[in-house]
Nanobody, 125 residues
Framework: QVQLVESGGGLVQAGGSLRLSCAAS?????MGWFRQAPGKEREFVSA????????YYADSVKGRFTISGDNAKNTVFLQMNSLKPGDTAVYYC?????????????????????WGQGTQVTVSL
């Protein structure tokens, strides 16, 4: 069992930036970020393969967010720039079991085995 701990959330004004971190207690496969706003379903934000060779982004954040990872430290980051009020949500880190085969469905919640507790991101006007 792998534990994930997110950090870096907070309150920021529109146009500002935040950098989220997710530290895993052990090795993982691909890792990703999801977010959930009040009254809405949890939605995909971004993902990165274990090798870091491929990244994925939701259309809503493409060009503003950047995902990266430090495989040696079992850590993934989400650099969020040009934040909008619509980005306000609880952001969850997710990871796949290291021994799982690769998937073509990185945007699907069902493809992840481990989840963090979430970190609140609030973007004010």
């Amino acid at each position: 069992q792998v534990q994930l701990v997110e950090s870096g959330g907070g309150l920021v004004q529109a146009g500002g930036s935040l950098r989220l971190s997710c530290a895993a207690s052990g090795r993982t496969g691909a890792m990703g970020w999801f977010r959930q706003a009040p009254g809405k379903e949890r939605e995909f934000v971004s993902a990165i393969t274990n090798s870091g060779a491929t990244t994925y982004y939701a259309d809503s954040v493409k060009g503003r967010f950047t995902i990266s990872g430090d495989n040696a430290k079992n850590t993934v980051f989400l650099q969020m720039n040009s934040l909008k009020p619509g980005d306000t949500a609880v952001y969850y880190c997710a990871a796949r079991w290291s021994s799982r085969l690769s998937t073509a469905y990185y945007a699907s919640r069902t493809q992840y085995d481990y989840w963090g507790q979430g970190t609140q991101v609030t973007v004010s006007l």
